[in-house]
Nanobody, 119 residues
């Protein structure tokens, strides 16, 4: 079972920025569709952003124009640059492989990374 490994979270003030990283093993990483999801306390896990092997990107309405997803195929890594963070962005963030059509996540999750936006 290949599980992604997330890093880069932490505590940040409203209006601040963070960059999350996620590495997943696999010789065919360049072909993978990858996505970031988040889960706030008491809520379901929701899609935040996705990127296909063709570098097509998609974002949830709540983060559009603030977050940017990117990938470095040589490092088997996907990033999430988060700017102008808001308290409602507070959540545990997860990355995963996903289907290219609807970003349905694969089975095995990593531990996730906490992001807290608070003054």
């Amino acid at each position: 079972q290949v599980r992604p490994v997330e890093s880069g979270g932490g505590l940040v003030q409203p209006g601040g920025s963070l960059r999350l990283s996620c590495r997943i093993s696999g010789s065919a990483f360049r072909l993978y569709t990858m996505a970031w999801y988040r889960q706030a306390p008491g809520k379901q896990r929701d899609l935040v952003a996705g990127i296909t092997g063709e570098f097509r990107t998609d974002y949830s309405d709540s983060v559009k124009d603030r977050f940017t997803i990117s990938r470095a195929n040589a490092l088997n890594t996907v990033y999430l640059q988060m700017n102008n963070l808001k308290p409602e962005d507070t959540a545990v963030y997860y990355c995963n492989r996903a289907t290219s059509s609807a970003y349905v996540p694969f089975t095995y999750w990593g531990q996730g990374i906490q992001v807290t936006v608070s003054s």
